[in-house]
DNA sequence: GAAAAAATTAATAATCATTCCTGTTTTTAT
DNA sequence: ATAAAAACAGGAATGATTATTAATTTTTTC
């Protein structure tokens, strides 16, 4: 993996991707390291969320609320959306193999990788 | 389902999308109906694939390159989308009753439903 | 079939996430 | 240490989508 990561504030958005489970998107990340670092840009949290977004150190979750949501588990696994409260949890299932295997028949061309949203309620929502 | 289409405009969307099998965005049915319909306005558009996606009626396609898709076939089906030409076609391949089930072990609540997006390179993308 | 009520539209303004631009600062390479 | 390259801050611009409002169309009721 490249490893290229020069800059104090590029180094604090992917620590904090790494240290969080949840996914906060580019304007939580904004106002979390604005506290310890007061003159960050918002425009340099999107700019270092695309760039790595396209070096594949984060993945990006689209399609949740309407804003980009960052993940900093590069580990392959899938995503819970609770449609009541719009938490993303992670599910660490693995289809991997197989799921590309049995979709390559069906596909006009060559899988490499895939993304499996999953919906329902979380156990949280559940109870009310 | 719910059947309540009163309007030219929204049959006409509704029609389109069925009519189709590729995913236009919002922009493109705007331009594709207002060919026939020259004062649809683009506003219109926007409420009713709000409105059809919300009853289910056609399904909303996210982060394929920024802007919405819409998919007018709801029986389920996967998507493939190519990294190259950025094309996405439908994949019909069910994986579901045991998919969820698989997944419900690893998750934190309960499972409704799921989306599988693969990546990939189609066929004509390989060709070059 | 006409009048009243409800729903929908066209047009336009507003919103808001994201990207772009410019001049400055930091990092890297020599 | 110095020059070149990369990255930043701040703010303006973009562009997809949503909201507003008055007018029109559709549905309902008689």
Do not use: W
């Not at 003159?39 to 980009?68: F, M, P």
Request: aromatic share 8%.
């Amino acid at each position: 993996m490249a490893t290229l990561n020069y800059s104090k504030q590029r180094q604090a958005i992917l620590d904090l991707l790494q240290s969080r489970k949840d996914h906060p998107s580019a304007e939580v990340i904004y106002q979390t390291l604005r506290k310890s670092m007061p003159n960050l840009s918002a425009g340099t949290v999107y700019r270092n969320l695309k760039l790595l977004t396209e070096l594949g150190q984060i993945k990006k979750l689209t399609g949740l609320d309407g804003v980009d949501h960052f993940d900093g588990t590069t580990s392959p696994h899938s995503h819970f959306i609770c449609q009541c409260c719009g938490k993303v949890d992670d599910v660490f299932f693995e289809a991997d193999e197989s799921l590309n295997e049995k979709a390559a028949s069906h596909c006009n061309g060559k899988i490499q990788s895939h993304h499996v949203y999953f919906y329902g309620t979380c156990n949280e929502c559940l109870k009310k």
